[in-house]
């Protein structure tokens, strides 16, 4: 296992409680869960602002409905965080069980939020059935989310990796450093921007800037609190204030998240854009979304990569159909389905080699796309850092580049 993460493992172990969620169901007896599950209707929260995954979870919907009769319903979110708000109104107003959310796709502050809160059931993980074929000594960093350990309270479904597309006709040679990327914006003023923070992906390129400005970068496997933040961040803050007056619309205004960074992209309004699924571009190359010419790259030094996760909370009304949920989305199929680039282009957290050859060719079978780059193309996957500095950073954003500054 990597250093750093069995390091951030006994660390956080000692910060985080495990919730004393009810346990009104065991997730070791699968039979029984499967009778209580039949005949729910199981509400999943989850982002619904890609068209794509929209369609995804309708799909896996179907299934859920065709295998065990089990209905499926995306609440679509404009954020995560509506959710958790959701559930600690619940629990303050003292309802316990009988919640109206019962998955969560899930990661980072929100998940170290609910966890930390004792929000959410399990640990269940580890009993799903489907578990044996997850990965987990390939991808040790799907049991760690942000640094945190997972603990069982999430199933990991997607792994994610930030990688910048361009457009080969146009840009031969992208820059591959922060550093080279400073220097090509100032060189090409107006054809750069980022989605605006507290945005997920506009928040993980500072993020990624961090890591390409620090020293030492470990500083960022620690609470904000717990190192000299102002110190840390200076070097940030002044790389932007070097890069804003180039980039697009002199950094005015930005655009709200990967989809709007994406259609400026397709418009040739910004010849780089990034996004943390590495199978985006080759998807949207298929729908006639983007150019063929458009290809994907990743920093010589590493882009940030991260695991998605589906949670409970502890007071969901629909536990055992939550449980198969969790399950259904860890089948081989399922997970095909997720990275053929023509659905979604995830990738997999199984490891090929723990499935029967008719589900490894599923995953043989497979074109990942013109613009995918191959697994052994994708560079050092960047611990995400703690949590806290996520908001943190999108705060101090706010004051210093946000709407009328």
């Given at each position: 296992?990597?250093?750093?993460?069995?390091?951030?493992?006994?660390?956080?172990?000692?910060?985080?409680?495990?919730?004393?969620?009810?346990?009104?169901?065991?997730?070791?007896?699968?039979?029984?869960?499967?009778?209580?599950?039949?005949?729910?209707?199981?509400?999943?929260?989850?982002?619904?602002?890609?068209?794509?995954?929209?369609?995804?979870?309708?799909?896996?919907?179907?299934?859920?409905?065709?295998?065990?009769?089990i209905s499926l319903e995306h609440v679509r979110l404009a954020d995560t965080a509506d959710a958790v708000t959701r559930v600690i109104a619940e629990r303050s107003a003292g309802r316990d069980d009988g919640g109206a959310v019962d998955v969560i796709w899930i990661n980072g502050a929100n998940f170290a939020s609910m966890k930390d809160q004792g929000l959410l059931f399990g640990p269940f993980a580890q009993d799903l059935p489907n578990w044996g074929v997850v990965d987990t000594d390939a991808n040790p960093s799907i049991l760690v989310d942000f640094t945190l350990p997972v603990e069982g309270f999430g199933s990991p479904w997607a792994m994610f990796q930030m990688v910048f597309e361009y457009d080969s006709a146009t840009l031969p040679e992208p820059p591959r450093s922060l550093d080279d990327l400073r220097a090509w914006i100032a060189d090409n003023p107006g054809r750069f921007t980022y989605p605006q923070p507290p945005d997920f992906l506009g928040t993980s390129f500072l993020k990624q800037a961090l890591y390409g400005v620090l020293d030492d970068p470990a500083v960022l496997l620690a609470p904000a609190d717990d190192v000299d933040y102002d110190a840390a961040t200076a070097p940030l803050w002044a790389f932007l204030d070097d890069i804003t007056p180039n980039l697009w619309r002199q950094g005015r205004t930005y655009p709200a998240n990967e989809p709007a960074l994406g259609q400026l992209l397709a418009d040739g309004e910004i010849d780089i854009a990034f996004a943390f699924n590495p199978g985006r571009a080759s998807a949207a190359i298929a729908d006639g979304e983007l150019q063929d010419s458009v290809r994907t790259y990743v920093f010589d030094e590493g882009t940030l990569a991260n695991s998605s996760y589906l949670s409970i909370p502890y007071n969901a009304a629909n536990k055992a159909g939550a449980l198969v949920l969790a399950n259904l989305i860890l089948d081989p199929e399922i997970q095909a389905r997720a990275q053929d680039p023509d659905v979604l282009g995830f990738q997999t957290v199984l490891g090929l080699h723990l499935l029967d050859p008719q589900d490894r060719a599923r995953f043989d079978a497979l074109e990942l796309g013109i613009a995918t780059l191959a697994p052994d193309q994708m560079g050092a996957g960047l611990l995400e850092p703690h949590p806290t500095w996520m908001t943190r950073i999108a705060d101090d954003w706010a004051a210093r580049y946000g709407a009328g500054q």
């Open positions: 296992m990597n250093p750093l993460i069995l390091a951030t493992l006994v660390t956080c172990g000692s910060i985080l409680h495990s919730p004393a969620a009810a346990q009104d169901i065991d997730p070791k007896d699968w039979e029984g869960v499967l009778q209580q599950a039949s005949g729910q209707t199981v509400y999943w929260h989850a982002w619904g602002g890609d068209a794509r995954i929209n369609a995804f979870i309708a799909s896996v919907g179907d299934d859920l409905q065709a295998r065990y009769g």
